[in-house]
């Protein structure tokens, strides 16, 4: 190799432009999509992604007035779009888990307001992008795997993301890795994949590219951001935090999700170890509990989603420099990786 791969410094003038399906679909620069971030990402966030040329999403997970962990009332949700409208002129999405109750009228208003992309995930999507047809929204559904991605573009999704054991969040029960799952679900489809999992750099997004995926969809990197709504001490534990410090709970509610260790997390690991119903667990696993690590930062007493990507951030940073670093990185490795094809 004729060079190192060391992160780079934030590019001080835009990188150049990448073109895949999933940039042209969705009217953006780069194919980097910010994950439906529950209780973090809110307009603020979403309008920096989208501004700096990826696409930003707005969670409707955790982000209502009353702070509880369900989906935000269909007010709140407006007032996030119109919020995140007055920040960018750029497209952006709204993300809807869809094994709630209470979809219907957040749906109807992320298509009254005519948000350019609608992410489904969580849950049976058919139904759903029915409703969006004719709309003009992109639809974007998040899988783990080829067969859910199989599922959701019969259904009539515009594009799939697929996510791998590496990721923050709820995960597919497989432990599938995030390199062997892109290419097998780049296979099963026609419509394009954002690589999810594990990326938080240039080069993570250069190796999707390279495995097939034409974008990629990045999550706990996001969190780590000035504009991120999460408790500075969430996202200086994210920027401290080693792949190893991150761990898999509610294997026995059969919906897995990666989070950071705490001493809660550790309680809830023993019972599910031992055994305990689902009447034990899912009192430990509330979205309200996950607020009081998020939202007010007592981490060793909740849980926060988090996913190994946390061995690759080093900072808080603007979420801007975020994109505009990944895109620069990707074009540097590139030159790179083609220097040792010459
Ligand atoms: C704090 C946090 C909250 C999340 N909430 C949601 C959500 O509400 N909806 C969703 O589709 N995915 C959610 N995810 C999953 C992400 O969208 C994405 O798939 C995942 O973070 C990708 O892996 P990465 O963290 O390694 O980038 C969440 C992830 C994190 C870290």
Not at 261 to 274: F, Q
Request: proline share 6%; charged share 20%.
């Amino acid at each position: 190799m004729p060079d190192t791969a060391t992160p780079l410094a934030p590019p001080l003038v835009a990188p150049p432009a990448i073109d895949t399906r999933v940039t042209r679909l969705l009217g953006i620069r780069y194919p980097i999509v910010q994950g439906g971030l529950a209780r973090v990402a809110t307009a603020e966030l979403a309008a920096a992604v989208s501004n700096a040329g990826g696409l930003g999403q707005i969670a409707s997970a955790g982000t209502g007035q009353d702070g509880a962990g369900g989906l935000c009332s269909p007010d709140d949700l407006r007032a996030l779009i119109r919020r995140c409208r007055a920040l960018t002129s750029r497209p952006f999405g709204v993300n809807i888990p869809i094994g709630r109750s209470a979809v219907e009228p957040v749906l109807e208003v992320a298509l009254e307001e005519r948000v350019p992309v609608i992410a489904l995930t969580a849950g049976n999507p058919a139904p759903y992008i029915r409703r969006c047809e004719g709309s003009g929204a992109r639809i974007l559904v998040l899988t783990a795997g080829p067969e859910l991605a199989r599922k959701a573009e019969a259904a009539g999704a515009d594009m799939v993301a697929t996510v791998g054991y590496e990721g923050g969040g709820h995960l597919g029960r497989g432990d599938e890795t995030t390199l062997v799952m892109v290419p097998r679900v780049v296979a099963a489809v026609r419509i394009p994949v954002l690589a999810s999992g594990g990326i938080a750099d240039g080069r993570g997004l250069l190796a999707a590219l390279a495995l097939g995926a034409e974008g990629v969809e990045v999550g706990t990197r996001f969190v780590a951001t000035t504009e991120a709504r999460a408790h500075e001490h969430y996202k200086q534990a994210l920027a401290a935090a080693r792949p190893e410090d991150t761990r898999i709970i509610k294997r026995t509610l059969g919906t897995p999700g990666r989070v950071l260790a705490s001493a809660h997390v550790e309680r809830i690991l023993a019972a599910e170890a031992a055994g305990a119903g689902k009447e034990a667990i899912l009192p430990m696993v509330l979205g309200e509990v996950n607020g009081a690590g998020s939202d007010r930062g007592d981490l060793e007493n909740s849980f926060v989603w988090a996913g190994q990507s946390v061995g690759l951030i080093e900072a808080v940073e603007p979420a801007g420099e975020v994109v505009r670093r990944m895109a620069a990185e990707a074009a540097a490795g590139m030159a790179r990786l083609r220097s040792c094809f010459a």
